[in-house]
């Protein structure tokens, strides 16, 4: 997967079946989808792939509770079954995670029980585990930082979790495979019309500013939170689909709460979901479910949501966490489908939605990354019927993601699949690429050269926010490392000193965002 190839590919031929705008989650699904059903597939994304939305989850593959107590049986149905799929699909970032639900009223155990065995049952052959009640002694034994006084007992579930940002870049990966292109750092800047109905894009390389037209028989805009944005460029006129919400997480240290067991608080004191997850050997406190009226590319977390979490997780637990010991807070921004006098972003379904506008423009909005795959299939099938294509079956419900591997290894390149052999290899012809970027991480350099060479990684934020997760887990450590990893682009990359320096300079404003004053 190299950019510079994929951009030569599409300068040789600019005509395709499928444009799609968006190289977040539902857009790399779609690329997939089209390109594996046989369809001359380009995929642009303008900034970095999962740079919004699908780098920044609770990293949960997972039905929704909450959606199962709000009785959206549908969806929950739908997410199990494609949780399943994915963890089938892409067992090296999909993994099966134990969950204890702590119960402190007696009716709380058998409510929420019964509510936990009916997720199960939904799942079908999906299943992930048994769904189990606990005695107070069992839950203890589970989470030991727990508050002990009032517990009553547990209920011990399983769900999923993953690593966003690296399935999406699988995904990237996936798509090219099938026969996409796909490009990051490539914005469409104008859409081609001809009778008023859309044909194509004016897409701008957003380092050399050379512009590309490129014309389809469908496009498919699927840019998440900014999809409404997009409208104005193709419908002239100021539309508004989406109802953002912002939904912050703060990572701690493992010291903080003890066990390999999530905890899930099925109602907070203002009716939210509160979770405590373990992932790559941190601790993930969230999350929020705030209405914003602003997107932005990096989002800022609100001081009251800050409190919030800190507040709630020592209300559950035995230790005290104080602002000085957040490692990291990253935010995200959820594309939830706008719904008519209602002003609460935490009961809007996440439901997604598929519309052909005006222009002939398809706008999928909506969704969560749990069901990408099932999102892009409808919005294919949609675009398809729309363009006049022949139809072609989807192929993705058993469709290996690249790294896609029979057997999973162990240690911090385990996360990598079948391509953890080839780093390995790195790390044999050029020793030197075995040391750390970090004294208290286990990443090197030989990571970073394989993310040059072969993931499309062409910033430092790109390599310490979403090839690693460094910045999403220690922001100062991600300061600390960033002067090797733009080292190893100069010597990879032929950069300059300039661009160098530059690029720390501008990093490092990045993480500083990331840290709690």
């Known amino acids: 997967m190299d950019r510079l190839t994929q951009i ?41 792939f999962a740079k919004g939305t699908s780098s920044r989850a609770t990293k949960l593959v997972h039905g929704g509770v909450r959606y199962l107590a709000q009785g959206n049986i549908r969806l929950v149905r739908e997410a199990l079954f494609e949780r399943g799929r994915l963890l089938r699909n892409a067992p090296h970032v999909c993994q099966k995670l134990p969950f204890v639900m702590p119960a402190y009223h007696w009716y709380d155990k058998w409510y929420y029980g019964m509510g936990l065995w009916v997720y199960e049952f939904l799942s079908s052959k999906l299943s992930l ?40 870049i699988n995904l990237a990966q996936t798509a090219v495979e099938q026969g996409a292109i796909v490009i990051n750092y490539f914005g469409v800047t104008d859409f081609i019309k001809q009778d008023n109905q859309i044909i194509g894009v004016v897409a701008t390389d957003i380092f050399t500013n050379e512009s590309i037209r490129c014309t389809a028989k469908t496009v498919i805009n699927a840019t998440g939170v900014f999809a409404d944005s997009l409208l104005v460029l193709a419908e002239k006129e100021h539309v508004k689909t989406i109802a953002p919400s912002q939904g912050i997480h703060l990572v701690v240290d493992q010291h903080f709460f003890e066990g390999k067991t999530a905890l899930m608080m099925p109602k907070t004191e203002d009716g939210r979901v509160f979770f405590v997850i373990p992932w790559h050997n941190k601790w993930i406190l969230g999350t929020t479910d705030t209405p914003v009226s602003e997107v932005h590319v990096e989002p800022r977390p609100l001081e009251e949501e800050i409190v919030f979490i800190l507040h709630h997780f020592n209300m559950y637990t035995a230790k005290k966490l104080e602002r000085s010991d ?28 598929v519309k052909v506008l005006e222009s002939g423009l398809i706008h999928i909005i909506g969704g969560k990354w749990t069901t990408y795959r099932s999102m892009a299939q409808h919005a294919i099938d949609v675009a398809i019927e729309h363009a006049g294509l022949n139809f072609v079956k ?89 002067e090797i990893v733009a080292e190893l682009f100069v010597i990879e990359m032929k950069k300059s000193q300039f661009w160098k320096e530059t690029q720390l300079t501008e990093f490092k404003k990045l993480a500083l965002q990331y840290l709690i004053n």
Request: aromatic share 8%; glycine share 8%; proline share 4%.
């Open 8 to 48: 030569e590919k599409l300068k040789f031929d600019t005509h395709f079946d499928c444009i799609i705008i968006g190289g977040g989650a539902t857009g790399l699904g779609c690329a997939i989808d089209a390109a594996s059903r046989g369809y001359k597939t380009l995929l642009l994304e303008k900034y970095d």
């Open 129 to 168: 585990g048994k769904t189990d009640f606990l005695s107070k002694t069992e839950t203890l034994a589970l989470l030991p930082s727990i508050k002990a006084k009032g517990l009553s007992g547990g209920i011990k579930y399983f769900d999923g979790q993953f690593d966003d940002s690296r399935l999406a």
């Open 326 to 353: 957040v490692k990291s807070v990253f935010v995200g921004l959820r594309p939830l489908v706008k719904v008519e006098n209602e002003s609460s972003t935490a009961v809007m379904p996440r439901d997604h939605a």
């Open 394 to 482: 989807c192929k993705t419900k058993r469709l290996p993601i690249h790294g896609c591997t029979p057997v999973v290894s162990d240690g911090h390149l385990a996360v990598y699949g079948s391509d953890k052999v080839a780093i390995e290899q790195l790390m044999q012809r050029q020793p030197e690429l075995s040391l750390k970027i970090h004294p208290d991480y286990p990443y090197t350099k030989a990571e970073v050269v394989w993310f040059i060479q072969n993931e499309m990684a062409q910033t430092l934020e790109d390599v310490l926010a979403r090839r690693i997760r460094l910045l999403f887990l220690d922001a100062q450590a991600a300061i600390e490392a960033a």
